[in-house]
């Protein structure tokens, strides 16, 4: 059987990754998968401020000696930051720019509203800028120390006490946690649709994933505020 | 039964629209609601009244033509296409609204009409397959695996009445391309075009200016044929997989 095919010239695939709405969601997929992979990192880290002071502040110590002697101090932990940056500018710019075209997509509304889609879905965006100003504002509250009220470089357990011994830190890390649990809720299973791993049987494990993992989370992170309230750390 | 029917009407292209009030009794809960629309133009047409313009051609739920939103679902409360929808499911003295497809790719023509040439461009970008021409191949000559026949037919049901689109916050056509992609990429005569069918028919959809998908799922729950949301994610990774092949090349 003889078929007339083309002969097919494509982009590169930097290309076609960027230029395409399928594609561009890819890249909104892998770099949220991998903030994801950090933050999940990030708050097992955060659970040993219950072990006190000298064992959190040593661990926050290692987090810059990580590497040695292989790596200079603090070259690991520039390396994760790189790439977290990376994955936050790519996945807010793609963010941006498909919920840009998505808007234009549907110019004039029903004039009969229902409700449609789940509240983890439709809070994908909103979410999403919550979490972007709670990233700004939480360097500057424990990476800088501009905002702390403590501020002390090198005694992070005693800078999160002085957080969440505010009454607006306390509000403001409760919002962006509820705001990742439900952003990984729908994120992580989106993300394996983008990826091309879901299908029919897969669904149910992966919504139970996603939920898990969203829980996990945000149970995980809140804990330290609600211990410092409640006076368990202090 | 008594209605009360709230249309968009829209004399063309250019003028705006607005929804317009109708009531009407002498509705019979057998009527699809095609015919419904049917004896609200009739009663027009004797008043002296432009008829409400709306698309239909099979009236039995398979060339996809017909297509209203009926009170915010796309082809209304039940899994079925809007002429295959009975009045039994509308209660007497309901007030019904009947809106046109809403979309950036899909234009009010008149009424409840838009124009879906975008999707004809879609599949003009790829779902066919290439065949020679000449005697029709011998049937047992190309076996397709049973599970692959199911997925492909599956698929194949797709009707393409842009319900979906409809449904989709959006505006996206994915469930549509996918329908379309899978139907077609996963059996051998689909074969040689596998690569190209899915990459240039998601670049066709993306230049009509579909929207993205976010995963929301209501294409799913709007389509009177049951194409499945994990249609979209079997797409997704046929164009991850085409465009791995490409950029190897
Ligand atoms: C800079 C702040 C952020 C913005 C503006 C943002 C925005 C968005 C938006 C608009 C979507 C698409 C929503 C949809 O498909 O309905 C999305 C998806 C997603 N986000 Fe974020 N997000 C941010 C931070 C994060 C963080 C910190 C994580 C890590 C857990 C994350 C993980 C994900 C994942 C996994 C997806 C799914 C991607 C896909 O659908 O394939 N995002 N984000
Ligand atoms: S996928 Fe379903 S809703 Fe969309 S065009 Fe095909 S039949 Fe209609
Ligand atoms: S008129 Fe053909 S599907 Fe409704």
Not at chain 1, 81 to 89: E, G, H, I, N, P
Not at chain 2, 103 to 131: C, E, H, M, T
Request: hydrophobic fraction near 45%; glycine fraction near 8%.
């Amino acid at each position: 059987m003889a078929l007339a095919t083309r002969t097919d010239r494509r982009p590169s695939l930097t290309r076609s990754l960027w230029g395409s709405t399928v594609g561009k969601k890819t890249v909104m997929a892998v770099s949220g998968l991998i903030m994801l992979m950090y933050l999940v990192a990030h708050m097992l880290g955060n659970l040993k401020i219950f072990f006190g002071s000298g064992e959190f502040n040593t661990y926050a110590h290692w987090l810059r000696t990580m590497g040695e002697p292989l790596l200079h101090y603090e070259w690991a932990l520039w390396g994760v930051r790189v790439v977290l940056l990376a994955a936050v500018v790519l996945h807010g710019v793609a963010a941006y720019q498909l919920s840009r075209r998505d808007i234009r997509a549907r110019p004039s509304k029903y004039v009969h509203k229902r409700r449609r889609a789940s509240y983890a879905t439709r809070t994908m965006r909103w979410g999403g800028i919550i979490l972007a100003l709670f990233i700004v504002w939480h360097l500057l509250d424990l990476t800088t120390l501009t905002v702390n009220e403590n501020a002390q470089p090198g005694r992070p357990y005693e800078n999160v006490v002085a957080t969440f011994s505010t009454w607006y830190g306390n509000v403001i890390y409760l919002v962006a946690m509820l705001a990742v649990g439900l952003h990984v809720r729908h994120g992580f299973w989106s993300a394996a649709q983008t990826l091309g791993m879901g299908n029919a049987r897969r669904d149910r494990i992966l919504k139970t994933l996603a939920n898990g993992l969203a829980l996990v989370l945000t149970a995980g992170f809140v804990s330290v505020p609600v211990a410092v309230m409640t006076g368990v750390v202090g | 039964m008594r209605l009360t029917l709230r249309v968009w009407r829209q004399r063309d292209a250019d003028t705006p629209g607005a929804m317009v009030t109708y009531d009407i009794d002498d509705i019979s809960e057998d009527m699809s609601f095609l015919e419904m629309l049917d004896t609200l133009n009739e009663k027009l047409i004797l008043r002296g009244e432009e008829p409400v313009a709306f698309d239909h051609d099979c009236r039995e739920g398979i060339c996809g033509a017909c297509g209203v939103v009926i009170n915010g679902d796309a082809h209304g409360p039940e899994r079925t296409t809007t002429c295959q929808l009975h009045m039994r499911h509308f209660d007497d003295g309901d007030t019904v609204d009947v809106e046109p497809w809403r979309a950036g790719a899909f234009p009010v023509v008149k009424d409840l009409v838009v124009d879906r040439s975008a999707f004809d461009r879609i599949i003009g970008a790829g779902g066919y397959i290439s065949v020679p021409t000449g005697a029709a191949p011998e049937a047992h000559a190309t076996p397709v695996p049973k599970a692959d026949a199911d997925f492909a037919f599956e698929h194949a049901e797709c009707i393409g009445c842009g319900a979906c689109v409809a449904a989709c916050p959006n505006g996206s056509a994915m469930l549509f391309t996918s329908a379309k992609v899978n139907h077609l990429n996963v059996l051998p005569q689909g074969a040689p075009e596998r690569e190209t069918r899915v990459l240039d028919m998601v670049s066709a959809m993306d230049e009509e200016g579909f929207g993205g998908c976010t995963l929301a799922g209501e294409c799913a729950t709007a389509c009177p044929k049951g194409i499945a949301l994990p249609s979209i994610a079997a797409m997704n990774k046929e164009w991850l997989r085409a465009t791995r092949k490409a950029s190897r090349r």
